[in-house]
T-cell receptor, first 107, second 114 residues
Framework: GNSVTQMEGPVTLSEEAFLTINCTYTATGYPSLFWYVQYPGEGLQLLLKATKADDKGSNKGFEATYRKETTSFHLEKGSVQVSDSAVYFC??????FGAGTTVTVRA | DARVTQTPRHKVTEMGQEVTMRCQPILGHNTVFWYRQTMMQGLELLAYFRNRAPLDDSGMPKDRFSAEMPDATLATLKIQPSEPRDSAVYFC????????????FGAGTRLSVL
């Protein structure tokens, strides 16, 4: 079956710092991969996705590239803001999301 | 703006009482998921349905939890009897199914069992 291994948190950064959250997957075939974000007090929402190898998903300054060679889908943002403080989840569909990675950005 | 609606948003109850949580999926979505989120376990999949039929409920404690879809516009998650360890935030999500499709989450029901 499909599974992902995501970097554990928490991660604390200063504003304008570079953020990377590692995610590697084990899969049969090449499933779509997703990053979701959960802001405080809310449900998860899709941040970005990639549907095939070498696809790059991007949204709100975040990027992730679906790399077949390294079976990775790392999330990156070049300059974080306080408003990026949230929990980030890497997931293929229809599986438990786990604990995610809690990111706190300090002004 | 279509969204998944969950009710109630908050529920406080006493141990032993029945709890029913409701979810209205986005119109036209054929897949519904129930999740539980706690600090210790993170976000766990409890059950999911496609076209109102349960496909997987292996994550759900069968002795006290039950999930149903009486019709395409309503999904319910019941706990009877409730226990303090059931205290968590319960999320419903809906989607179009298939491995390439996005899940749309509701705002959750925060349950506290005293």
């Amino acid at each position: 079956g499909n599974s992902v291994t995501q970097m554990e948190g928490p991660v604390t950064l200063s504003e304008e710092a570079f953020l990377t959250i590692n995610c590697t997957y084990t899969a049969t075939g090449y499933p779509s991969l997703f990053w979701y974000v959960q802001y405080p007090g809310e449900g998860l929402q899709l941040l970005l996705k990639a549907t095939k190898a070498d696809d790059k998903g991007s949204n709100k300054g975040f990027e992730a590239t679906y790399r077949k060679e390294t079976t990775s889908f790392h999330l990156e943002k070049g300059s974080v803001q306080v408003s990026d403080s949230a929990v980030y989840f890497c997931a293929p569909p229809q599986l438990s999301f786990g604990a995610g990675t809690t990111v706190t950005v300090r002004a | 703006d279509a969204r998944v609606t969950q009710t109630p948003r908050h529920k406080v109850t006493e141990m032993g009482q029945e709890v029913t949580m409701r979810c209205q999926p986005i119109l036209g979505h054929n897949t519904v998921f129930w999740y539980r989120q706690t600090m210790m376990q993170g976000l766990e999949l409890l059950a999911y349905f496609r076209n109102r039929a349960p496909l997987d409920d292996s994550g759900m404690p069968k002795d006290r939890f039950s999930a149903e879809m009486p019709d395409a516009t309503l999904a319910t998650l019941k706990i009877q009897p409730s226990e303090p360890r059931d205290s968590a935030v319960y999320f419903c999500a809906s989607g179009l199914g298939g491995s390439k499709n996005i899940q749309y989450f509701g705002a959750g029901t925060r349950l506290s069992v005293l």
